[in-house]
C-alpha cells in the first residue's frame, strides 16, 4: 500500500512518517511505498526500507494534488495548514491554504476515480466560547478565528465528498499538542509547551494565564496513534458523521506545573515565571478546555494517561 | 437606503421586494431604491414610487458582484441558490453557486469597502438525522445533501466576514415554505405544499407519507417578515453566533389535512389521495421536525399562529 502524507515536513507529519516506517504496515496492510509532501523540502526519515518520495511544492497551486495522486495512495493523510496565528493576520492565505487547497485535494482525489481513506486533522479551533462543561459531540461549530473557520468547512467538505463515496473520509480534531519541541512561537497557545519546553532545558519561561485555566491536550505521540487508529476504521462505524473530537487531557496550567515539579524536579519548576499578561489570558479564555469525546473514545481513540507521562515522554526524547 | 435582493426573481424574492415597496422603508430607514438580480430578468414590481433596477446575469461569474455593489446597498438579502434537489444531482453547479458565488459576493463586499447588512438564506437542511427532539440551537450541522453542506458553509463564511466587520451579517435557516405557489416538482418536499395547493385549486393530489410524519414549516408571508425583521436587528445582539433557527410550525401531515378540511371544505380534502412512497417517506424522515429556535424568538422572530392561517392566507392569494 502507498501512503501520502500532506504536511510531512511538520512536527507531526515526521512522527507519523517515522512510525508508519517502523511499522511496516497500516490499516492491517503492508506498506510499499511513502510520499511525503511540504511546502518545504520533508527530510527524508532514516533507515527506511521502502521507498520514500519527498516532494516540496505549493498544493494550492493548479496541478500539484493531481502529481502527488500518481502514486495511488489507498490512505492519504491530510495535515497541511496555515497555523491559526497566520490565518488570522493573513486573511487571503488562510483561505487559500486551509480551504481552497483542501478542496483542491478533494476534487483532484474525484477526478483520479481513486477511493483513498482520506485523514484530515481538524482542530478544537472549530468551536467558540461560550460553552457548556463539558462540550458535547453534538455541539455547534460556532469558530472564533479564520483558521476554525476555515478546518469547519473541511470538515463540512469531508463530510459530503464522504457521503458521496468519492473517498472515506475521517476528520479529527486534534487538541491542542503538548509539548512541542523547537523554540517559542507568537501563537497565544505556544506557553501551554514553554512552561514545559524551556524549563526542562534549563532555560526560563514566562506562565502568562492564571494556574486555575484549563485547556485541552494530548501529546504528540497520542496525536500520531489517534492518525495511525484512523486509518483503520471501518467507515460504516462513523455512520455518516465522520468528523470527530479527539480525546484529550482536560487540565489546568497549575497541574501541568506540579507534573513538572515531580518529574522534572524542584529547579526545574522554579524556571517558571507567574506573568500574567491579560491579552493572552483574554484570546485564550475563549478556548474549550473540556470534552465528553464520547465517539472518538468509543471508536478506540485514546487519551494520553496523563500529564507526568507527557512530560517524562519529552524528556525521554530530548535527553 | 439602497437595498439589493439578490435571488429577486424567485417566490420570495419577488415577495419580500413587494413588501419593501409598500412600506417605502427598512430597519428604520426611507428606501430611496432597489435592486433585484437573479438568472432570469426579474420582472418590475407595479406601481413603485422609488427607482426598481431589475438586472438578470449569473453571480458566479467574474465581476458580476461588484457590478451589483455599485448601488452602494446598505441591505443586501443574499437569497440566490441552486435547490436541493439539482445541487444534488449537479454537483459542480451546487458547489459553483452555493458556496462559490456566496464567497465571491462575500469577497466582493469586502473589496467595495462598503459595510452593509447582508441577509443570507440558510436552511434547516444543515441539520441531518438522527435528531434530538426538540433541536436546540446548539445542535451541530452534520448535512445529509451538498445543499445543506453548502449552506453550513455559507453560515461559516458569513459568521468570519462578520466577525472581522467586513459587512454586518444575520443567516437564516428557513423552515420548509408552506403552501409554494405555482405546479408541483421533483423536489422531495413538493408535496407539502401540493397536498394543500392542489386540492384548493380543484385538483386532485398524492400524499406519499404517513398522517404522523411530522415537519418544520412556515408560510411564504412568515419568510418574507424573517427577513424583513433580519434586516433591523442589532447586530450586537447575536452575540457573534449570527446563523438562526428560524421559528416555524412543527405539525404533521394529518393535521396540515385536517387544516384543509376545515378551512377549504371536505371536498377539497377528498381530492387528496394517500398512496405511501417509500422512496420519498425515506428522504423526509431524514429531514429534522422540530426545533426550540429559542435565540430567534428570544430576537422577535415568529412563526405563523396556526396551518388554518397558512390555508386561509394562500387561498386569499389565489382567488
Not at 240 to 246: A, D, K, V, Y
Amino acid at each position: 500500500m502507498q501512503v501520502l502524507i500532506i504536511g510531512g515536513a511538520g512536527m507531526i507529519g515526521r512522527r507519523l512518517a517515522a512510525r508508519l516506517l517502523a511499522d511496516g504496515s497500516l490499516a492491517g496492510k503492508r506498506l510499499n511505498g511513502l510520499t511525503l509532501f511540504d511546502t518545504v523540502e520533508p527530510e527524508a526519515p532514516r533507515g527506511a526500507d521502502i521507498p520514500v518520495r519527498c516532494r516540496q511544492g505549493d498544493l494550492s497551486e493548479a496541478g500539484v494534488a493531481e502529481r502527488l495522486l500518481a502514486s495511488r495512495p489507498e490512505v492519504i493523510f491530510h495535515l497541511a495548514a496555515v497555523v491559526s496565528g497566520e490565518a488570522e493576520t493573513d486573511f487571503d492565505k488562510g483561505y487559500r491554504v486551509n480551504l481552497d487547497a483542501t478542496r483542491g485535494l478533494f476534487e483532484a482525489v474525484r477526478a483520479s476515480g481513486l477511493t483513498p481513506r482520506v485523514v484530515f486533522t481538524s482542530s478544537i479551533a472549530v468551536f467558540g466560547a461560550p460553552f457548556p462543561d463539558p462540550i458535547p459531540d453534538d455541539f455547534h461549530t460556532t469558530p472564533l478565528t479564520s483558521y476554525g473557520t476555515q478546518k469547519a468547512m473541511g470538515e463540512l467538505l469531508l463530510a459530503d465528498y464522504s457521503r458521496r463515496e468519492i473517498f472515506d473520509g475521517i476528520g479529527l480534531r486534534l487538541p491542542t499538542i503538548v509539548v512541542r519541541p523547537g523554540k517559542p512561537n507568537k501563537a497565544a497557545s505556544s506557553f501551554f509547551s514553554g512552561i514545559i519546553r524551556e524549563p526542562v532545558a534549563g532555560l526560563e519561561a514566562v506562565c502568562p494565564v492564571s494556574p486555575n485555566l484549563r485547556h485541552w491536550m494530548a501529546s504528540p505521540d497520542a496525536a500520531v496513534d489517534f492518525l495511525v487508529h484512523a486509518a483503520g476504521i471501518d467507515s460504516a462505524r462513523l455512520r455518516g458523521r465522520p468528523n470527530l473530537t479527539m480525546p484529550g487531557l482536560s487540565i489546568t496550567v497549575g497541574a501541568m506545573l506540579a507534573a513538572l515539579g515531580r518529574v522534572a524536579g524542584a529547579e526545574a519548576l522554579q524556571r517558571v515565571k507567574m506573568e500574567r499578561d491579560p491579552f493572552i489570558e483574554k484570546i485564550v479564555s475563549g478556548w474549550p478546555s473540556n470534552f465528553t469525546a464520547a465517539r472518538a473514545r468509543d471508536l478506540g481513540f485514546q487519551a494520553d494517561r496523563n500529564f507526568d507521562d507527557i512530560v517524562r515522554a519529552h524528556m525521554a526524547e530530548v535527553a
